[in-house]
């Protein structure tokens, strides 16, 4: 699934899902007498996202002013455990991974995701970030990605175009 925003943002981000999926092939349950309940149901693993927020300034640390935004999903998976990563779709490698740009201007300080409670992990690591693991089943399960963005005093004042594309994944292990 992608989204592209289409109203004026202060950063546009695009969002691409992808969904990777082991199915297999659960067993039929069966009554105390014998007789055979159910049948055979294939795995199911499922990503939906919704519209990433403006991002906006929410205060100021030490190393400069720090900007979030949000990213609402929900997700489906027959079988756990269930992992949620984020990774750079533009640049695999070099100064500009994990990094919003704008033209031929990147900020010096990496993107930054979170999801949950979990702590926030940089998008310029050589290992894509994850973000969250379910353990058990879950159905529509809402989560929020948050994106942090810290801007140090010479940089720009706002965010406005800059942009980077981002891969939200869902992976299930199977048995």
């Not at 067993?27 to 007498?33: G, N, Q, R």
């Not at 984020?86 to 070099?94: L, S």
Request: charged share 20%; hydrophobic share 40%; proline share 6%.
């Amino acid at each position: 699934m992608s989204a592209t925003l289409s109203r004026p943002r202060v950063a546009a981000l695009t969002l691409s899902a992808t969904v990777v999926a082991a199915l297999t092939g659960a067993t039929a349950a069966h009554s105390e007498e014998g007789t055979s309940i159910g049948g055979t149901v294939e795995s199911t693993i499922g990503l939906s996202v919704g519209e990433v927020s403006a991002f906006t300034r929410s205060g100021a640390s030490r190393r400069g002013r720090v900007f979030t935004a949000l990213i609402p999903i929900e997700v489906t998976a027959t079988e756990g455990p269930t992992w949620l990563s984020i990774a750079d779709g533009e640049a695999f490698a070099g100064p500009r991974r994990g990094r919003l740009v704008k033209g031929t201007s990147t900020l010096a300080i990496p993107l930054l995701a979170a999801a949950g409670n979990g702590p926030y992990r940089s998008l310029d690591a050589s290992v894509d970030p994850v973000l969250e693991e379910w353990g058990e089943p879950v159905s529509l399960e809402a989560a929020t990605i948050r994106l942090r963005q810290t801007v140090r005093g010479g940089a720009p004042r706002t965010l406005r175009g800059y942009h980077k594309l981002l891969l939200v994944t869902i992976t299930a292990a199977g048995p």
